[in-house]
Structures are given as structure tokens and as C-alpha cells.
């Protein structure tokens, strides 16, 4: 066996980084793949603001103003159909700058914007920027980060949109000090300036070692590896792990391989992942739709998008206390988003999954509660139905953000074997954008056919499914390796004893 490339660079190896040192690289790498969803929950959140004054600004009507909020996740179809193929073409590193193109030039349209025709087609170009992002910045930290902590730093992306939103909030309350026609222009154009920062950050990042791997580079795998492992045995390992889940022979050890039957393997993914999946493989498949079907049908883009909205109806009649409550949702989302991932690692994903939703559901209920006791006494003040609804609308925030939120990304991330993962966590996001786009594109009009209570209910219905799938489907992965997670799944029952560990051996939880 040929030790001259991989090994050898090992056994000479002068000095080893600090533990710490190590940590801190794979820290680094995270914040630096998530800056794109930074920019990504601007777009989201700012045109919660936005829309108050591009109404009055643009005279829309409120199907126009519908189809201009939810459409930018309907275009973000495109670019996380297109995500998979890409980020496997060019590796996932330019994928995350090609995201950022996208948003600098949606953000400099919407900006400028002078018609309806123009503001839509900014909304184009942003979503396709969304797509690429929200499909890659979760895949890259999942590959790049130990098991160990891989959960914590697989929440970055959902943390960051977080962040983003809370922005475009503030930017929708400071700059609606301007005149009508400017302000609305600041805060959409004002979403270009980190884009530049997005592409000089990614000139620091490494690649990830699976990708590289996938290319024959074994070499440049393993530096990346060595480098956000704890140790140097940790480092082989992974790599080892990355080899057999990859078809790569373990006596091929060479800096630089050519990797067997690579441009058919490319060709078999979407008939290993759709057509004629293994059992294992069509659970898994289930799982990631599941999750991201339920996050997004149990209403969290309603409330993100139309807070001011729901706020009105709830009894809040000035714009800026509509506004001011709506930067409070964004720092009790951010804050509770912090705290869902500092406890992923700790609690696991399906524990965290399990208690999200079932908080959701108590507070959509008490929310359609009291938003129907304010419906049916219109024209009084009903000052603790006010009080609930505004409780009841942070509550479900926070109760999604230390689950529901950041553990989708994690958990579907992380579930697909390697060769079906670019193109398994695309369809994800597929289906999360597309339910994005229906909720915010009907919300409006199901608020007036079932009222404003009667839509939350609904929302309510969907987070008991939600609940009852993801006891019964989903089994607990944290602390097993990428290369381990296939063996959990294909008996549908989540409930298993045992899980699969780093090394490939089974033990009794």
C-alpha cells in the first residue's frame, strides 16, 4: 500500500495545532458559508416592512402584494434545483459566491426599482440567489464540521437568516423615517453591500474535504480535514469514512487519485434517490420532505412576512408600533434561534424537533384564539386579547427557533449518504420554498375566506401532524458520522435502541 501521499504527510508532520486551533478553523468556516444566509433573511425580512409602503408607493392591489411577497421563494425553486448539480460541478465553496451574485444584482434591482414589472424581476433574480444558498450553506458546514459538533455548527446558516431578518427589520423601521418613495428603495438596495464582503470572505474558505474527495484529491481532503478535526487520528479517519462511502478502494492513499467509475456514478444519483431507492435511502428521502414540508406548512412565513399585518388586526393601529412589535418578534426569533443551537448537540435533534412543535401548536391555537375574540368584537378594545395575540405571536417564534428552525437544516443536511446528498438536500429545499411561496402568496386571501383566526388554526392542525410524523419517522442522529447515518434508516420506526457511531459500531443509547 502506498503511504507516500496521506500517511506519510502525517508521520512527518512536525508540529499539530492546538485542539483549540482546530475548533476554531471549522468555527470560522461556518460563519464564513453562512454570511450568504445573512443576506438571505434580509430579503425575507425586510419586505415585511417594505410591502406597508411599496402598496401605497405602487398602488398594488392586495393579490399583487401577495404574489410580490411569497414569489421570491417560487423563483427559489429554480436555484436549488440547480443547486445540487452546481455545488457538485463546481464544488460548493463557488456555489456559496455564485449565491452572492445573484443576491448583489436582485438587491441592486429591487433598488431601483420603478414599476411593479421591475420590482418583480429583482424578486427573480434574488430567488434564484436563495435557492443556491439555502440548499448550500447547511451542505457545506455539515461536511466540513466533526460530528462532534456538527449540529452546533449545522445551525449557523438558520441563525444567520435569523440575524438577516432582524435587519431587514430595523431597516424597515429606520428607514421608513424617509420619504414614502425612498425608503422602501433603501431597504430593498441596501441588500447588495454584503455580497461584497460574502466574496472576499469566501476566498478564505477551504472546500469541502467530501467534495474534494468525490474529485480525487485526497491530499487537499485530508488538509481540510487535519484542520477542523480535534486530533490527526480523527482526521484519518473521517477520511476513511469518506473513501468507503464514496466507492474509493482503502489502498488507494495518493495525494491525487482518479476515482473509479466517477462519471457514471454522477449519472445513477437521481435513479438511486428516486426511481429505484434502497429502503434505507427512501426513508431518509420521506424524512428530509417531511420536515421541510411541516416547517414551512405550519405557518412561520405568515408571521415573518405579515407581521405588521397580523399586529393590525390584533389591535396595534399606528405603522411604527406595527413595526417596533415586528422588531421584537426578530430579536425574540434570533435570540431563541441561539439558544435551539447551542443545545442540538446536547439534546438532540429529534427531542429538540418534538418539543418545537409541540409549543408551536399550543401557541397557533391560542393565537387564532384570541385573534377571533378581537375579530368578533370589532370596533371594542379588548385588551387581553391584544396582549395574548402579541404574546402568543412571539411565543411561536421562539418556540420555532429552538427547533422547528435550525434542526430542519441540521437533520437534512446531514442524513443523505454523500454521493445523493447535494441533490437529496436540494429537493428539500424545493419543497420548503415552494410551501414558502404558498403560504406567503395566500396568506392574505386565506386570512379573509377562513378570517385571520381561523388561518392560524389551520397552521394549529398542521403542527399536531407534524408532530405525530416526526415521532413516528424520525430516528435520532446526533453523534453519528456522516458515513454512519444510512444504517438508521428503513424500518419507519423512530424509536430504535441503538445508533451508529463514528467508527461504524453499534451502541446501546
Known sequence: MSTSGIEQGVATEESEPPRGNRSRFAFACAILASMTSIILGYDIGVMSGAAIFIKDDLKLSDVQLEILMGILNIYSLIGSGAAGRTSDWIGRRFTIVLAGFFFFCGALLMGFATNYPFIMAGRFVAGIGVGYAMMIAPVYTAEVAPASSRGFLSSFPEIFI??????????????????????????????????????????????????????????????????????????????EDIKRAAGIPEDMTDDVIVVPNKKSAGKGVWKDLLVRPTPAVRHILIACLGVHFFQ????????????????????????????????????????FIVVGTCVVD???RRALLLTSMGGMFISLTLLGSSLTVIDRNAGQTIKWAIGLSVTTVMTFVATFSIGAGPVTWVYCSEIFPVRLRAQGASLGVMLNRLMSGIIGMTFLSLSKGLTIGGAFFLFAGVAAAAWIFFFTFLPETRGVALEGMESLFGSYSANKKKNVMSKGKEVEQ
Open 346 to 348: 446536547r439534546y438532540g
Open 296 to 335: 414551512q406548512a405550519s405557518g412561520i412565513d405568515a408571521v415573518v412576512l405579515y407581521s405588521p399585518t397580523i399586529f393590525l388586526k390584533a389591535g396595534l393601529r399606528s405603522k411604527n408600533d406595527q413595526l417596533l412589535a415586528t422588531v421584537a418578534v426578530g430579536v425574540v426569533k434570533t435570540l
Open 162 to 239: 435569523n440575524i438577516g431578518i432582524l435587519l431587514g427589520y430595523v431597516s424597515n423601521y429606520f428607514f421608513a423615517k424617509l420619504p414614502e418613495h425612498l425608503g422602501w428603495r433603501f431597504m430593498l438596495g441596501i441588500g447588495a453591500v454584503p455580497s461584497v464582503f460574502l466574496a472576499l470572505g469566501v476566498l478564505a474558505m477551504p472546500e469541502s474535504p467530501r467534495w474534494l474527495v468525490l474529485q480525487g484529491r485526497l491530499g487537499d481532503a485530508f488538509k481540510v480535514l487535519d484542520k477542523t478535526s480535534n486530533t490527526k487520528e480523527e482526521a484519518i479517519s473521517r477520511l
